[in-house]
């Protein structure tokens, strides 16, 4: 008969991994149950209760007599220490199906998971690459670099990784990074193992490294200006690009995988939560292999293609001109290498096959962007990173233009320290208000002139020298650009703009998201009298001035105003006129925060003073930056050369 029954193996005792019970030293028992004796033409025993028509099957009395040894056991406990069924992590039964993957935005959401609410580890589903898709000279960097900011900015943690750089080291590109443990595979082999993906590269090259040679102390170098001493096959220029040469696409192939794998380390292994893979992967061949190795990685990550397509002469001439001071062409001949980029374009042309039938008979996202954000195709977008990524894309244009941000002018509380509040502007507020129109109408008339003067000496291919910004304008739009004057709702906002608003050239308009940080039960108080009444709070924010959100009602923190901002920073991306800014300083913070690129930790601390104003140009390769500072004496401002965003010496501020 005992082989009729389920017997209970060794491990009957509790086991030592158990949680400790309230920390009595009991534990709760486990028990492991050995059902291979059980055999399905064996017969339990008979019942004792002859009224009983129907037997159950075997496993039924194995269970009870199971559950039933438990409950006997457990019930010598104490009542008190008794663990819930579902909370023994011995006990339970295990989670098969993945967690929620809903919407995060760190300041406000929180969860168990992500009390910051930040994407949590765990929810790999949530997790994104972005792998992008197009041929050179499409703006594919552009758009990953304003992509990361961006995403960056909204505090989730983003990369890019390039293609490019790691395959200009593995085929021995002069000039470029080179990260530790790699070099170029010209370099003859040595001794030491090769990280990815030199080592691979060089393998296919030259076969098994030689164990007795020695390394080169310098690559050598692709000459646009005179003779390639260089293999045909490996060098950097059009006929590396080559569909047809083998040895080249392999390199291609296996550096984008290695640049993958790196990618992928990043999203499963460390804090990543969006990982961008900047590469032309122009075949549906390079695009499924790409897949596929995500998907022998971890099958949970969410996928997304972005295909770069540009029709427009003006943009791709534009695109070419930023392209020819790479670092492929850096220092080169302009003629000899806008000759070689063109081939290069070719070469890839003859093997592409955009985004399309493919991809959607496989439900594959994407992302179409035609000519920079003029058109945007999107086909079966899941989550809110995807829905967030598409709608920021369409708010792209290369348009020419300056954004300034400046503070108010001083206010009745600034000047008696307070926070918050709604007071009006001091007399030197009002005289900051009327100089700061003065300037602006003069930088506005002068920066016309500047952008035509530049058109009209542009030239194709660049001369050597010529840093003409690549915007693909003509003169008449220049003349037509608005001018918008954006404020808060509160008075000493509104009053900075009041000569602007008298001024038919000045679109006005106010904004309450533009308000300055809530203070919440600190409202009208000084940050003196916050450390002496509450210091405990008062504490609790000079530590981590980013997360910290101030009690009482209406209280905020800069996560917060960087939720709130969001639409705004995309309103700001979409349109093609100028900006003025009249913020205040946790808005400035968050918002230059944003354009310059800084750290995380660098928003809050800041150092944005009353009379500081910055000018901001954004460019198809950045930003270019200008600082100027009040001058009440000169009733203008002055230009503060080479100036850098740098941490307030206030640390209360």
Same mark, same amino acid.
């Given at each position: ?12 005792? /509790? ?38 028509g129907?037997? /159950? ?17 457990s019930?010598?406990?104490?009542l ?12 339970? &039964? ?44 499409? !703006? ?15 505090? $989730? ?39 990815p ?6 393998i ?38 080559? /569909? ?5 696409s ?13 990618? =992928? ?19 549906? $061949? ?17 996928? =997304? ?12 001439e ?5 392209? =020819? ?16 980029? @063109? ?6 042309a ?24 003029? @058109?945007?195709?999107?086909h ?12 920021? =894309? ?46 602006? &109408? ?17 030239s194709?291919?660049? +001369?050597?020298?010529? $840093? &003409?910004p ?10 037509? @650009? ?13 009053? &900075? ?48 001035k ?44 968050? +918002? ?16 944005? /003073? ?11 390769? !950045? ?16 230009? +503060?050369?080479?100036? @850098? ?8 501020a």
């Amino acid at each position: 008969m005992g082989g009729s029954r389920a017997s209970l193996s060794p491990s009957q005792t /509790p086991l030592s991994s158990s949680p400790d019970l309230n920390g009595n030293g009991l534990k709760a028992p486990s028990y492991d149950l050995d059902y291979s004796s059980l055999k399905n033409d064996v017969q339990p025993p008979p019942s004792s209760h002859p009224q009983d028509g129907l037997l /159950p099957p075997p496993a039924v009395p194995v269970m009870q007599h199971a559950l039933r040894s438990m409950n006997d056991i457990s019930a010598t406990y104490p009542l008190r220490d008794r663990v819930p069924f579902a909370a023994s992590d011995t006990l339970a &039964t295990p989670r098969v199906r993945g967690h929620a993957t809903t919407l995060n935005v760190p300041g406000m959401t929180r969860s168990r998971a992500s009390p910051d609410g930040r994407i949590p580890d765990r929810d790999v589903a949530a997790k994104m690459v972005i792998i992008m898709v197009g041929l050179p000279a499409r !703006g594919k960097s552009y758009i990953t670099k304003k992509l990361q900011r961006y995403l960056s900015w909204m505090q $989730h943690n983003s990369r890019i990784f390039n293609v490019g750089n790691r395959r200009r080291v593995a085929a021995g590109a002069p000039g470029t990074y080179h990260h530790n443990g790699v070099k170029s595979v010209y370099s003859p082999p040595s001794n030491a193992t090769l990280d990815p993906p030199s080592a691979a590269a060089e393998i296919l090259l030259n076969g098994n490294p030689a164990p007795s040679a020695q390394p080169s102390s310098e690559p050598v170098e692709f000459d646009l200006n005179g003779e390639d001493p260089h293999d045909p096959n490996v060098d950097q220029s059009a006929n590396f690009f080559d /569909p047809n040469n083998e040895t080249a696409s392999k390199i291609r192939e296996q550096v984008a995988l290695d640049t993958l794998d790196e990618l =992928l380390d990043y999203l499963l292994h460390g804090k990543g939560s969006v990982g961008i893979l900047d590469a032309t992967n122009s075949t549906i $061949h390079r695009r499924q292999l790409l897949v596929d190795r995500i998907k022998a990685r971890d099958d949970r990550l969410g996928i =997304l293609f972005i295909e770069s397509i540009c029709h427009d002469k003006d943009l791709l001439e534009a695109n070419m001109r930023l392209k =020819l001071s790479g670092p492929d062409y850096k220092d080169k001949d302009p003629i000899k290498s806008l000759e070689d980029f @063109k081939k290069r374009v070719e070469a890839y042309a003859s093997a592409y096959e955009p985004i399309g039938q493919y991809e959607e008979d496989h439900d594959m996202q994407y992302i179409q962007m035609i000519d920079v954000g003029r @058109k945007v195709i999107q086909h079966r977008l899941r989550g809110f990173l995807s829905g967030g990524i598409s709608s920021y =894309l369409t708010t792209f244009n290369l348009a020419a233009r300056q954004i300034w941000l400046t503070r108010h002018g001083q206010s009745v509380d600034n000047s008696l320290g307070r926070l918050g509040g709604d007071s009006e502007l001091t007399p030197q507020g009002q005289q900051y208000a009327l100089d700061l129109h003065d300037f602006i &109408t003069m930088k506005r008339k002068a920066w016309l002139i500047d952008q035509t003067d530049k058109i009209a000496q542009s030239s194709f291919p660049p +001369l050597p020298g010529d $840093h &003409t910004p690549p915007y693909p304008e003509v003169n008449q739009e220049l003349d037509d @650009k608005n001018f918008c004057v954006w404020t808060s709702m509160l008075k000493r906002s509104v009053q &900075t703009a009041d000569y602007f608003e008298a001024d038919e050239e000045y679109d006005v308009k106010n904004w309450e998201m533009l308000n300055e940080l809530n203070a919440g039960l600190f409202e009208g108080m000084t940050y003196e009298q916050i450390a002496r009444d509450y210091p405990g709070e008062y504490e609790k924010r000079s530590k981590d001035k980013l997360h910290y959100v101030y009690p009482g009602v209406g209280g905020e923190g800069y996560l917060q105003i960087i939720a709130r901002l969001r639409d705004m920073v995309r309103e700001i991306e979409r349109i093609t006129d100028h900006i003025l800014i009249v913020g205040h300083r946790s808005v400035c913070r968050v +918002l230059m925060a944003y354009f310059m690129e800084l750290q995380r930790e660098d928003i809050a601390d800041l150092d944005v /003073p009353l009379g500081m104003l910055y000018a901001i140009e954004p460019k198809p390769y !950045g930003i270019d930056f200008h600082a100027y500072r009040y001058n009440p004496e000169r009733r203008s401002f002055d230009e +503060l050369p080479n100036y @850098k965003p740098r941490k307030t010496l206030d640390r209360s501020a």
